[in-house]
């Protein structure tokens, strides 16, 4: 429409409008309809621009406890705001005295552009936030939750895609599960948890000591939050004091998240707050087996909760999984019984249709590999501790499966290791294991008849593990590990490992299956006899052995 059409239209609209009134009305008409052309051609949808600017942002060393609320209240620099066209800008402006929100609220996290916007960041970032309110104050703790999930889970999982998010489905059960409301995974370990309650209910700060074990060295400290409705605090959860077992606690920054003001300085923390997240799962690094989430085994399925093991045994007759929890019953009773020091414990068991074939282990230890010598020093000792008892001749039991993935560190005392998982543990006369895999394991553990020399293989297998990542091992101990793996003997039947007896050749792969013993008359009958033979060289005296195949 040119001038002369528009002046006329206007002046039948508007029959006391002046000259330069329709000048000024044909100037701003003529912009609207560029910022419409704009809008539907040359507007461009920076979504991914914007997510991959939250990405590249440089990952910063874990700031100290009392630095952390400085971090979060950071503002966003001008490239790292959101951009919203002119209009959407406006339409999240509130002049509600109730919820009042003004373009300062606005310019913490957006800023306006004219032929830009990030909508589909904004709709999966933003919108779900600022546009549901609360419930109720005296609404339901499961009234909250998908307001929680707004505010935290959702802005959490777009800013670390890499993540898994767990929520405790079963916490009104009676469970041992013990897990948080809220938990957020980064490579298995969960740097970011949550706990919470309705408005009105107790104070969901005291779970965070009931429903931890510190299994987070080297950091510092993770990351979480208590909600009471819409009330959510910040925390940063440190390791307990030496002689303690619960964690230090640390209030960071509060938020009330009933105004849509206070919604958007939560997300601003929420996009601060991430970056931290991601350095503490840096200086944690990968755990074996992920918290929270069931790891499903052949026939069984286990689950690492807050501060015991669940095992759940799924093979497809029931009365199998029902042997399975009474074989650990027994064994757990035996181990307190004979006081067999450096084990986990039996918490609870059950063999029902409610529970299913179900045990509770604690304490749940830290899957951590020894990182030097001395390290590798304390773990050793402990489990030849847990040897020496398990082994004595009053009921033995033996391990069979004594493996790195199999010893595991307490939280609370880091000299302290513990062996576990006895799920393949027996007792005389033992039976082969030959759902053991032969190249981590004991040979002897293979054939009918075995005893703990199939334990004191696997001590060595430790130590020689551990030669592999461990720089500057000393080599007595790498070689006193491969001596327990090619010189192992067995107590019962070789009392003093300084008397010679040649029974204890019977505890090679092959020559196991002979008794060995000597002539009546043999000069080694009370010691092996040494000397010289004549050039200064040391020799064994000529020895005769008599080999008797043993009855299967």
């Known amino acids: ?82 951009p919203l066209l002119q209009y959407q800008y406006d339409c999240l402006i509130s002049n509600n005295f109730e919820d009042l929100c003004t373009s300062q609220d606005l310019n913490i996290l957006f800023c306006v552009s004219k032929f830009e916007n990030s909508f589909g960041f904004y709709s999966k970032f933003v919108s779900a936030s600022l546009w549901n309110n609360p419930p109720s104050n005296v609404g339901t703790e499961y009234s909250f939750v998908s307001f929680w999930d707004n505010n935290i889970r959702y802005p959490l999982e777009l800013l670390l ?38 408005f009105l209910n107790e104070d969901p700060r005291a779970e965070f000591g009931n429903k931890l074990v510190w299994t987070y060295e080297p950091a510092p400290y993770i990351l979480g939050y208590y ?122 068991s059950y063999c029902d249709e409610k529970h299913g074939a179900v045990v509770y282990l604690e304490p749940k230890g830290i899957r951590v590999n020894p990182s030097n010598q001395e390290e590798l020093l ?55 294991a030959s759902h053991l895999a032969k190249d981590n394991h004991a040979p002897e553990v293979f054939e009918a008849g075995h005893g703990g020399e199939v334990d004191i293989w696997g001590v060595g ?20 590990g491969e001596q327990m793996q090619t010189s192992h003997y067995s107590p019962r039947n070789w009392k003093d490992p300084e008397k010679f007896n040649p029974a204890w050749l019977g505890f090679g792969t092959s020559v196991r299956k002979y008794e060995v013993s000597l002539p009546t008359d043999s000069i080694h009958k009370d010691k092996l006899r040494i000397g010289s033979d004549g050039s200064g060289t040391m020799e064994i005296f000529p ?6 195949r043993r009855k299967n």
């Open 1 to 82: 429409m040119n001038f002369l059409e528009f002046a006329k239209e206007y002046k039948k609209l508007f029959p006391n409008i002046t000259s330069e009134e329709i000048c000024k009305a044909f100037q701003v008409n003529n912009e609207h309809q560029e910022l419409k052309r704009k809008r539907v051609v040359d507007v461009v949808d920076v979504s991914a621009r914007t997510l991959e600017n939250f990405k590249k942002r440089p990952k910063p060393t874990l700031p100290p406890v009392n630095e952390l609320v400085d971090f979060l209240e950071r503002p966003l620099s001008e490239d790292l705001k959101i």
């Open 161 to 198: 895609p890499d993540g898994n998010s767990v929520r405790n489905t079963s916490k009104h059960m009676s469970t041992n599960r013990d897990c948080p409301d809220y938990g957020f995974l980064l490579s298995n370990a969960c740097p970011f948890r949550g706990e919470e309650k309705s």
């Open 227 to 348: 909600a009471n409705g819409p009330t959510v605090e910040f925390v940063a959860i440190c390791s307990p004091q030496p002689g303690s077992t619960e964690p230090n606690i640390f209030n960071i920054a509060k938020s009330d998240l009933q105004t849509k003001a206070q919604r958007i300085l939560h997300l601003r923390r929420m996009i601060n707050l991430s970056l931290i997240i991601e350095s503490i799962h840096n200086a944690i690094g990968l755990h074996d087996f992920p918290e929270f989430y069931p790891v499903k085994r052949s026939d069984k399925i286990i689950e690492v909760c807050a501060t015991k093991v669940k095992k759940t045994f799924t093979h497809s007759y029931p009365a199998i999984n029902y042997g399975c929890v009474e074989k650990l019953r027994n064994i757990y009773k035996k181990l307190e019984v004979k006081g067999v020091p450096n084990v986990d414990k039996l918490f609870a």
């Open 378 to 432: 304390n773990a050793i000792i402990c489990i030849l501790e847990t040897l020496e008892v398990l082994h004595s001749e009053d009921d033995p039991i033996f391990h069979q499966d004594i493996r790195w993935s199999n010893v595991v560190r307490l939280s609370n005392e880091k000299s302290k290791w513990i062996l576990i998982d006895w799920d393949d543990s027996d007792s005389p006369p033992t039976r082969p």
């Open 461 to 480: 297998r430790l130590i020689t593990d551990a030669s592999i990542w461990i720089t500057g091992l000393s080599h007595n101990i790498i070689k006193f």
């Open 543 to 548: 020895m005769s052995l008599i080999f008797k």
